[in-house]
């Protein structure tokens, strides 16, 4: 299975799938918290293989979803402790989250992915499944969705995500502007400001902002600019500042634990 994306930039489903159809032995109830650690044991096994052979985007989610269905559809239905019914697509949530939790833990390598917030992770899941194009807004919504993001509160909010029409895009540091950039709280946001300090050379300023928020000294911060770079094609804009910055990631990270010490000096 391969992806394309569309000459006009938007990222579109483009895929031979193949779908092999067996009769099924239905068995009777099948009870939720069995049901999901059946899931997620039978789910690894085919992501583990998916990403081995390099599928990403939409066919690494409708593959994982087609797994799934092998394991709760074979029961008549799935029911809580307390009898209530769980729907499919209470099921279907979960593989996403099962398949994103999967794929961002191997894209940041070293075990980083519990210390990034959930916007962070939902940009670098969309750089990894579809670079800089846009996404159909439902899709981006399900993607959101499984990154504990209601997208329709964060579009348009100053932010990397912009609703263009039926699409969604994720802003790239060269599609913002910096004196815009005025909220610290994401990562995305702070890497986004350094990227645009960095390419106007304002350094002073660049090494200031990562004093303050921490981040100069954060070894998380640094991994996620990696990952987002090997997520994209040599000629991204992006990756270029991202490579252009991280050449001088020692000299940034000294500079960054003085300036405290400079600061105390000069307050004495």
């Given at each position: 299975?391969?992806?394309?994306?569309?000459?006009?930039?938007?990222?579109?489903?483009?895929?031979?799938?193949?779908?092999?159809?067996?009769?099924?032995?239905?068995?009777?109830?099948?009870?939720?918290?069995?049901?999901?650690?059946?899931?997620?044991?039978?789910?690894?096994?085919?992501?583990?293989?998916?990403?081995?052979?390099?599928?990403?985007?939409?066919?690494?989610?409708?593959?994982?979803?087609?797994?799934?269905?092998?394991?709760?559809?074979?029961?008549?239905?799935?029911?809580?402790?307390?009898?209530?019914?769980?729907?499919?697509?209470?099921?279907?949530?979960?593989?996403?989250?099962?398949?994103?939790?999967?794929?961002?833990?191997?894209?940041?390598?070293?075990?980083?992915?519990a210390d990034i917030s959930?916007?962070?992770?939902?940009?670098?899941?969309?750089?990894?499944?579809?670079?800089?194009?846009?996404?159909?807004?439902?899709?981006?919504?399900?993607?959101?969705?499984?990154?504990?993001?209601?997208?329709?509160?964060?579009?348009?909010?100053?932010?990397?995500?912009?609703?263009?029409?039926?699409?969604?895009?994720?802003?790239?540091?060269?599609?913002?502007?910096?004196?815009?950039?005025?909220?610290?709280?994401?990562?995305?946001?702070?890497?986004?400001?350094?990227?645009?300090?960095?390419?106007?050379?304002?350094?002073?300023?660049?090494?200031?902002?990562?004093?303050?928020?921490?981040?100069?000294?954060?070894?998380?911060?640094?991994?996620?600019?990696?990952?987002?770079?090997?997520?994209?094609?040599?000629?991204?804009?992006?990756?270029?500042?991202?490579?252009?910055?991280?050449?001088?990631?020692?000299?940034?990270?000294e500079e960054t634990q003085k300036v405290?010490?400079?600061?105390?000096?000069?307050?004495?």
């Amino acid at each position: 299975m391969k992806t394309r994306l569309r000459a006009s930039e938007s990222a579109a489903l483009a895929s031979s799938i193949y779908i092999v159809a067996r009769k099924m032995e239905r068995q009777g109830t099948g009870f939720y918290n069995s049901v999901k650690s059946e899931l997620k044991k039978n789910l690894g096994k085919k992501l583990d293989r998916l990403w081995q052979e390099g599928i990403g985007g939409a066919d690494y989610f409708i593959a994982a979803i087609g797994s799934a269905i092998e394991t709760f559809g074979k029961y008549e239905k799935v029911m809580d402790y307390e009898g209530n019914i769980i729907r499919a697509d209470r099921l279907l949530e979960d593989v996403r989250k099962i398949a994103t939790d999967y794929a961002v833990n191997h894209i940041l390598e070293g075990g980083i992915a519990a210390d990034i917030s959930d916007l962070t992770r939902y940009y670098i899941l969309f750089r990894w499944n579809y670079g800089s194009a846009k996404l159909h807004f439902d899709e981006a919504r399900k993607l959101a969705q499984s990154c504990n993001i209601d997208l329709s509160y964060e579009w348009n909010r100053h932010g990397f995500i912009k609703k263009e029409k039926e699409f969604i895009k994720v802003l790239g540091p060269q599609d913002r502007k910096l004196d815009q950039i005025k909220q610290y709280k994401e990562l995305i946001d702070v890497l986004h400001k350094i990227l645009l300090l960095w390419e106007k050379s304002k350094r002073d300023e660049m090494i200031k902002v990562l004093s303050e928020t921490g981040y100069g000294k954060s070894e998380v911060f640094y991994k996620v600019a990696q990952a987002i770079s090997e997520t994209l094609p040599p000629d991204n804009k992006e990756k270029k500042l991202l490579d252009g910055f991280l050449t001088g990631k020692t000299r940034v990270m000294e500079e960054t634990q003085k300036v405290p010490i400079q600061r105390r000096l000069f307050e004495v």
